[in-house]
């Protein structure tokens, strides 16, 4: 059983930093995709990151390149998203998801993943 554990949400100012964990257990991720995506109220779910576990290829949505990384930990079986200068309009819950195949590529489609984390709030005050 894969299970995803979101961390490091939190209430910062426009402008600021957080940094998001994503804690995976239950199997070897190493041929995974892992990504992030947020929500918020009102809207639909929305893809922010991606990266092959192998590879370390990543993908961003337009919105973040630039300001958002994602990376990975494999002694830690960790996933980051490291997000600078954020603002408003990023409040939101953000989500880790897995996809197992490593080879999907439709990867801003929360049905190309198979497993996803409960979620952690990002408040970002103006």
């Known amino acids: 059983q894969v299970q995803l554990v979101e ?18 257990s239950g199997r070897t991720f190493s041929g995974y995709t892992m990504g992030w995506f ?4 009102g809207k639909e779910r929305e893809f922010v990151a991606a990266i092959r576990w192998s590879s370390g290829i990543t993908y961003y ?3 973040v390149k630039g300001r958002f990384t994602i990376s990975r930990d494999n002694a830690k079986n960790t996933v980051y998203l490291q ?3 954020l603002k408003p309009e990023e409040t ?5 998801a897995a996809e197992v ?9 929360t049905y190309e993943y198979d497993y996803w984390g409960q ?7 103006s």
């Open 7 to 24: 961390s490091g949400g939190g209430l910062v100012q426009a402008g600021g930093s957080l940094r998001l964990s994503c804690a995976a």
């Open 38 to 41: 947020r929500q918020a109220p």
């Open 61 to 63: 949505a337009d919105s």
């Open 83 to 85: 997000m600078n200068s």
């Open 92 to 96: 939101a819950v953000y989500y880790c």
């Open 101 to 109: 195949d490593g080879s999907r590529r439709n990867l801003s489609k």
């Open 119 to 125: 979620g952690t709030q990002v408040t970002v005050s």
